[in-house]
């Protein structure tokens, strides 16, 4: 486990606190009492931009729709100069954005920034999920979206035509792919390799789990934990919001004990496939102690898995690019995804000799 402990509470810049306090508001203006949300509030004070096949600080981006009926899309972002046509082949890194499985999307302006940051910084191609939300849509409704991206991505390798989807075939290596996501959508990243792992893809598969990241995972239970009680009030996630959010998620009548929320029984029956995992926890993150079970479920069940601390962090750290930790959260990204990539690589050449 690599800790960076601090002593004192969180040092956050104006700048941060000016945006978490705004996004208090628009949170707490739109949540109802009785679990709905207002969307058409929400709508207003949600900032979304839009794909750019031009490059924007290196990277082009282009929108794909899987299933118009159920608006399950994702977001492609590839480096303006990328690997393939006699290059290398870029790890992938398919996201899910966090916002408690009830808020967000691939187009929010910070998860854009997020993934933009990703491709530019790591090299990698980036495939950011727009899943269905809820509490319109209950579990398992996000995990099924993401499996059947895994499985759009599966079968459209040799899709024709040209265009970004095309150069992104040609340029993304589907055999080195890494599934990632932070808070609500790091527990998506979790059940999603969880179903992938334990049978849920073709024979011959393609895509080949090389990582599970999880930034700040999503993992509640019916305990309160040591985190969650000192830490009730925030800043960003608070004991209210997720309780609400659980109660929004789940199926009618479940406890927060549920497979989907719990670490423990979430880590249960495991596929042999089931990726090493590295999971990035924050100081200050009131869901902090459940990320540590979460982690401690993994290894018990002889999963690969290591553990990040970064001092001084609130949850969503690395969304304020003006924070330390986010950097230095990048940099811990890269280091996973290029030792992973090179033991997967290691082990293929084994494989080679020993046939």
Not at 34 to 40: A, D, I, M, P, V
Not at 227 to 237: F, M, N
Not at 290 to 311: H, M, N, T, V
């Amino acid at each position: 486990m690599i800790s960076r402990r601090s002593t004192v509470g969180p040092r956050l810049p104006w700048k941060t606190k000016l945006q978490i306090s705004l996004l208090s508001l628009a949170w707490d203006a739109v949540c109802r009492s009785n679990g709905t949300l207002n969307r058409r509030l929400l709508s207003l004070v949600e900032l979304k931009t839009g794909p750019s096949r031009r490059p924007v600080r290196g990277v082009r981006t282009t929108d794909i729709t899987i299933d118009p009926a159920r608006r399950l899309w994702v977001r492609l972002f590839l480096p303006a100069s990328n690997g393939g046509a006699g290059g290398t082949a870029l790890p992938v890194v398919v996201f899910f954005h966090g916002g408690g499985f009830a808020f967000l999307s691939a187009a929010s302006l910070e998860y854009d920034a997020v993934c933009r940051r990703f491709c530019r910084k790591l090299s990698v191609a980036v495939v950011s999920v727009n899943y269905r939300l809820s509490p319109e849509h209950r579990f398992p409704a996000q995990y099924d979206d993401g499996l059947d991206v895994l499985h759009f991505l599966e079968s459209n390798v040799d899709i024709p035509g040209g265009g970004l989807l095309r150069e992104f075939f040609e340029a993304a290596d589907l055999s080195n792919c890494f599934i990632a996501g932070d808070s609500a959508g790091a527990n998506i990243a979790h059940h999603v390799a969880r179903r992938w792992s334990a049978g849920e893809r073709p024979s011959e598969a393609r895509i080949r789990l090389s990582g599970l990241v999880a930034i700040q995972p999503f993992f509640g239970g019916e305990e309160r934990v040591d985190s969650e009680i000192r830490l009730a009030h925030g800043p960003v996630v608070t004991t209210d919001r997720t309780d609400w959010l659980w109660k929004a998620f789940l199926p009618d009548g479940a406890t927060r004990d549920h497979e989907a929320a719990n670490p423990e029984a979430a880590a249960a029956e495991l596929g042999e496939s089931f990726p090493p995992v590295v999971v990035m926890v924050g100081e200050f993150d009131p869901l902090r102690d459940w990320q540590l079970k979460y982690f401690r479920s993994l290894r018990l069940r002889g999963k690969k898995a290591e553990i990040i601390e970064y001092a001084g962090a609130i949850h969503a750290f690395y969304a304020f690019p003006e924070l330390k930790s986010s950097a230095v959260m990048i940099e811990d990204l890269r280091s996973f995804i290029l030792r992973e990539t090179c033991r997967r690589q290691n082990g293929s050449a084994v494989d080679a000799v020993a046939q």
